[in-house]
């Protein structure tokens, strides 16, 4: 036979013996698996960003003035975003906290609309706004700190030359005096920046004032010095604080004034490549600074939505698992002994209508029914009480004897004969209340399904420590899982019991098998659970 018909022979056969398994115990499961909700699509949710972050140029080219101000005053003040998605104008400038008292009402508008009151019907809708991003904003204010910090050093670094060069008498004092003025603003500056640093984002008109300090600089020292290089500061720090419209602005203006002092001094004229060195400098500085900014701006906005994104998902999934959970109690406590009670009731209304009623038989279903609506209310009290009560951590459970009082009351109940045995060769540990309630109730499930489904005429259970695996069996000699039986195609029909005791097991870390397990007919539910994950924390 060729390899094709192999292979095609190979797909064509059935399974002899079905068997539904999870990854091996201690397997790292996703998040969605691990809380016991696997139908959640997290990995194919699509992110639905709030009204208004579409358009991340409009925080790039928002004034930093509110922004920045609300941010160093301790207040964070969102930036607006025009309505029209366009950028925001740098002339608008933002308080840098909450609007005085009296204030509150005020609006302000191109059309002159400030402080005017405004019909009702003729408001327009609040403006979306980006959400403040503190982190960004203060490692803006911590790269604007280190411009004055590359100032200081520049100036350092170029006074010794430039008083060598300088002329001796009048010019080396002016010189002097200049580097004296601009060292000591820069450092004022760069000491306490929380102090005026917010004056100087909030007025722009500020800045005008560090550029005049450069030309005393370019005045006294002359273009040609290296103390010139020192002018380069000012175009990237407007860029950092104003964007790209005030970069442009005061790039332009330190360019002018380092052509009219070139064109004023009476030495030989530079050539144009010289001549142009330090304005080209300046406009790329400017450059600089505004792709910094929006750069920073645009990463705060992205980082902004992919947190919202996280956290919508997050709670998707955790409502997700709690219906989950929810769904697997019902389905293992309060749903089965209500059919009991169903069951009972028409065997009791089947010996009622007899031609010859038995009275005791009558009085036995009846009994087996207030016994079974007993014990559907006290399992729904149960459940209602694990919903509001917290379990203590450090009081363990001893799965083995729980196991084999459930097996005995189990056999009572039905009259299905139902063994336990301890396996193994070390003792279980005890096991965290949370855990032992997941291991404890598929392997009441496991009894339950066998019972009702399988049609055996005996149910085995063993339990105990093998290796570093605590390992629980529950086998019955019945007809067996149908072939090709899948959790889906269960969950489709609406048969939950399968599924809920694979779901039980990963959310506790846990290998399940189902399947025949090497015997010769039957179904055995094997639980794997490695001792390690006794020590977790389990919610």
Known sequence: ???????????????????????????????????????????????????????????????????????????HTAVPVPANGGPAADGAQ?????????????????????????????????????????IQINALQAMCRQVFGFRLAMIA????????????????????????????????????????????????????????????????????????????????????????????????????LLLLIQAAMEDPQPGIAESSLLPGLCVIAGAVGSSLRNLMLRFGAATQALTTVQARLAVTEAVGAE??????????????????????????AGSAGAAQMDAALVKQQADLVARSARRAAAESRELLADLRRESDPGQGTDVLV????????????TGLPAVYRPTGDHSVPPVPPAVARQLLTIASEAMENAHRHAGPTRVDVRAGVHG?????????????????????????????????????????????RIGRGGHPKGTEVRLELPLAALTAPHG
Not at 9 to 17: A, C, E, K, Q, S
Not at 98 to 119: C, F, L, Q, V
Not at 324 to 346: F, I, P, Y
């Open 1 to 75: 036979m060729s390899m094709t018909g192999e292979r095609t022979g190979r797909l064509r056969r059935r399974p002899r013996t079905p068997e539904i398994t999870t990854p091996p115990a201690g397997t790292v499961l996703p998040a969605h698996v691990r809380t016991g909700a696997p139908d959640i699509p997290v990995t194919s949710a699509t992110p639905a960003l709030p009204p208004g972050w579409e358009r991340a140029d409009a925080l790039a080219d928002a004034p930093v003035g509110g922004a920045f101000g609300g941010a160093v005053g301790g207040a």
């Open 402 to 413: 729980e196991l084999a009082a459930r097996t005995r009351d189990f056999s009572a109940r």
């Open 468 to 512: 570093d695996l605590l390992r629980i069996s529950v086998y019955d000699d019945g007809r067996g899982l149908p072939p090709g039986t899948a959790l889906e195609q269960l969950r489709r029909a609406g048969h939950f019991g399968l599924v809920g005791m694979v779901e039980r097991a990963a959310s506790v870390g846990a290998r399940i």
């Open 94 to 134: 933002l308080p840098p906290g909450p609007p005085a008292p009296g204030n509150e009402s005020r609006t302000g508008s191109a059309g002159g609309t400030a402080g005017k009151s405004i019909p009702a019907e003729g408001r327009a809708k609040p403006e979306p706004e980006h959400p403040a991003i503190p």
């Open 157 to 256: 670094l170029a006074t010794p030359t430039a008083l060598i060069n300088a002329n001796e008498g009048l010019p080396t004092r002016l010189v002097g005096a200049a580097v004296v003025v601009t060292f000591m603003t820069s450092y004022v500056l760069f000491r306490d920046w929380e102090r005026f640093g917010p004056l100087l984002l909030r007025h722009p008109t500020l800045l005008a004032a560090d550029t005049l300090f450069g030309a005393l600089l370019l005045i006294s020292a002359g273009p040609g010095s290296t103390l010139a290089y020192v002018s380069v500061c000012t175009p990237l720090l407007a860029g950092l604080v104003y964007g790209w419209r005030g970069a442009a602005v005061f790039a332009s203006l330190q360019a002018l």
């Open 323 to 348: 219906r989950a959970r929810l769904a697997r109690e019902m389905h293992d406590s309060v749903a089965k002994t209500l059919h009991g009670v169903a069951l009972a009731a028409d065997g009791l």
